[in-house]
């Protein structure tokens, strides 16, 4: 097969949960546990820190494989959905999976994930550890799909596992309440192994605690012992945030440029300064000048994209791919201290969200431009607006991203904003991105 034949095999073939939903899930770690053994085991060939979370681990663990890139280290980056090609989702130093491995992999060991019935997520965990264990990586940074404890990439036995931030998301299939999401979250905590959770939340701090003695594993709340203090406002369209990193309450780095300007990303920063300084304390050399270099230059390091990123300027445009609750909010209390005569929003959802709570955050004053992504997840766009209009958002509807993104940029004036978003796969449907 040539490499879009094997793509069009892999999506047709395996339920993907990020195309259909829950039909795509399959929680439960035997089939992984099959391919793994068929593969010989990549899992136990390499380093690694596993990095679960609702919000916040994504860019968590886009920034702590920059960090360990700026020290020299042969880092391996395991993360999903992509946005615009399947190859994004498994990195080596920064560069993208070699499309001829996927297919030669495919090649492979189809017989052997057809047999096991894998899900498409059970078979790109197994994909990216092979890939990582053949290009002998010193390290790997390894995201959690969906949950934790039942999550395919949970055979990993790692250096040090970072659970980030905790938000009502896949209710469904994780709990409807966020100490049973936290429990599903809390699975990656394994026997002996350094835990590190990036924001104290009283709802759930017990849940990991009670893991944590369980599994004798040594239990950090990040949050408690570094914090980030924004030095200035960026402006409206500067793509970096300089802040002030304190440790136990003394200035650990006096000034550090982040090169993530979303306001969340001062929420993460603590797991992921805590991270580093646990690798340090297993022997990884990582200097203060790897640690600058790693946070400032995180999207070319790892290519990163899709957070609170500048598309345009006059008029400013902004996507994120903030696509929960909490997510949104954060969004929402961005762009109002932005600068504009007008707000322009550019909104598609998936259609197993809690699209109610998402709606009631959004600016009634702003002009909407509806639209769907071309998932079967999407939400139909026809009923995303009537959602949206019985909330008093009004606007127009679209068939596509691309036609709902012009049509924002042709009626924004210089002194406007726009923004797009509601979900990974709008954003991932922005031509220009």
Request: with cysteine.
């Amino acid at each position: 097969m040539t490499y879009q034949q094997t793509l069009d095999y892999l999506y047709a073939r395996l339920p993907m949960f990020q195309r259909v939903g829950a039909a795509g899930y399959k929680p439960g770690l035997q089939r992984t546990e099959a391919l793994a053994a068929a593969t010989g085991h990549p899992e136990r060939q390499f380093r690694s820190v596993h990095v679960a979370g609702t919000n916040g681990k994504g860019s968590s663990s886009h920034l702590v494989a920059a960090v360990l890139q700026a020290a020299g280290y042969r880092v391996g980056l395991y993360t999903s959905p992509h946005l615009k090609e399947f190859t994004e989702r498994i990195r080596l130093n920064g560069r993208p999976l070699a499309p001829a491995f996927l297919v030669e992999w495919v090649a492979r060991w189809r017989a052997t994930f057809e047999r096991a019935e894998a899900s498409f997520f059970e078979v790109c965990v197994a994909l990216a550890f092979d890939y990582f264990a053949r290009q002998n990586v010193d390290v790997a940074v390894v995201e959690v799909g969906l949950g934790g404890r039942l999550d395919s990439t949970n055979i990993l036995r790692p250096l040090v596992s970072l659970i980030t931030n905790i938000s009502p998301d896949h209710q469904a299939l994780l709990g409807d309440t966020l100490p049973l999401i936290a429990a599903e979250k809390a699975g990656i905590i394994k026997p002996e192994t350094p835990a590190i959770i990036s924001q104290t939340q009283p709802e759930v701090a017990a849940v990991f605690e009670q893991k944590a003695r369980q599994e004798g594993a040594p239990l950090l709340f990040a949050d408690q012992h570094y914090r980030a203090e924004l030095l200035r406002e960026p402006a409206a369209d500067e793509a970096v945030q300089h802040l002030r990193v304190w440790h136990d309450e003394q200035v650990l780095l006096d000034e550090v440029a982040l090169g993530l300007v979303g306001d969340y990303q001062r929420l993460n920063l603590p797991g992921v300064l805590a991270t580093v300084a646990e690798l340090r304390r297993q022997g990884f050399i990582i200097t203060d000048e790897h640690l600058r270099e790693g946070l400032r230059d995180v999207m070319r390091l790892t290519g990163l994209r899709g957070r609170w990123t500048i598309l345009g300027r006059r008029p400013l445009v902004v996507c994120d791919t903030g696509h929960n609750e909490a997510g949104i909010r954060f969004i929402v209390e961005q762009l109002a201290r932005l600068p504009k005569r007008r707000l322009h929003f550019v909104l598609g959802v998936m259609q197993d969200k809690d699209i109610s709570k998402m709606l009631a955050l959004l600016p009634r004053e702003a002009t909407y431009y509806f639209c769907q992504a071309t998932i079967p997840r999407a939400l139909p766009v026809a009923e995303l607006a009537a959602q949206a209009a019985a909330l008093g958002l009004r606007g127009t509807t679209y068939a596509t991203v691309p036609a709902a993104v012009a049509a924002a940029r042709a009626a924004a004036e210089a002194d406007d904003v726009v923004f797009i978003g509601g979900s990974t796969f709008v954003v991932a449907e922005i031509e220009e991105l």
